[in-house]
């Protein structure tokens, strides 16, 4: 399992390739292609590439699915006994962006159609050949009423 942790908005997060996250706001376009630089370490087959502070070489492709706002978050300041009383709303700008790759010194090591191809081999059912076990039938306790 390969995964990166980014930089982004000012916060750090862990991605892997093939799975979407919500992000800070990126000005793009969406449905277009983000390459993010800052990243901070990489992790690939017990291998693990830590830089100080940046990874050299290290880079993250994402696709920009949509833009959207967060959820409302409400402000509520009040001074007691001063009849002074202040509410605010605030709804985050937020970016969704699917990870497509994680690169080290520009050969992708990770990608999203990896990812996609082990997950649909190990999804797939064994064919088992062996006969059914048979069931067995168990007959339903009589109920008698002793005193």
Do not use: C
């Amino acid at each position: 399992m390969s995964y990166a942790i980014i930089e982004t908005g000012g916060k750090q997060l862990r991605v892997e390739p093939g799975r979407f996250y919500d992000i800070e706001l990126l000005h793009v376009e969406a449905e277009s292609q983000v390459t993010i630089d800052k990243v901070l370490l990489i992790a690939h087959d017990g291998e693990v590439h830590i830089g100080q502070p940046l990874v050299e070489g290290g880079t993250v492709e994402g696709t920009v699915l949509r833009h959207f706002r967060g959820r409302k978050v409400i402000v509520y300041k009040m001074r007691p006994k001063k009849k002074t009383r202040k509410k605010r709303g605030h709804r985050q700008e937020i970016t969704r962006l699917a990870i497509d790759s994680i690169s080290l010194k520009g050969t992708a090591i990770a990608s999203s159609a990896e990812t996609a191809t082990a997950a649909s081999s190990a999804e797939e059912p064994e064919t088992d050949t062996s006969p059914a076990p048979e069931e067995e039938t168990v007959a339903p306790k009589s109920k008698s009423k002793s005193k």
